[in-house]
Nanobody, 122 residues
Framework: VQLVESGGGSVQAGGSLTLSCAAS????????LTWFRQGSGSEREWTAL???????SYADSVKGRFTTSQNSASNTLALQMNNLNPEDSGMYYC???????????????????WGQGTQVTV
């Protein structure tokens, strides 16, 4: 599976951005899809997860502000980010793994497929 992120950019604090992750094949069923972010000098931080059944999980730092969703028709994963603050700045990556059950405890190494990332600056 090849993943390509887009939608990053610069935004003022309090603003919104929507990131997209286009997959080269259908990931609607049987895949766990995730968003991680990485600030300058920091480790990659888990942000959000969506399972094949559509269930979602979010890191406490973004809960209530970020929403991830999947469009099975276009094989696209989205991350809607509202009320952004400077701590949200970083490179955002989408990842995928073929799995029946997803866990928010998984580290990046659990996901074999990654996009190149898209930069968000607040």
């Amino acid at each position: 599976v090849q993943l390509v992120e887009s939608g990053g950019g610069s935004v003022q604090a309090g603003g919104s951005l929507t990131l997209s992750c286009a997959a080269s094949e259908s990931t609607a069923r049987g895949y766990c899809l995730t968003w991680f972010r990485q600030g300058s000098g920091s480790e990659r931080e888990w942000t959000a997860l969506i399972g094949g059944d559509g269930s979602t999980s979010y890191a406490d730092s973004v809960k209530g502000r970020f929403t991830t969703s999947q469009n099975s028709a276009s094989n696209t994963l989205a991350l809607q980010m509202n009320n952004l603050n400077p701590e949200d700045s970083g490179m955002y990556y989408c990842g995928a793994v073929r799995a029946a059950i997803c866990s928010m405890q998984w580290t990046p190494r659990m996901f074999p497929y990654w996009g190149q990332g898209t930069q968000v600056t607040v």
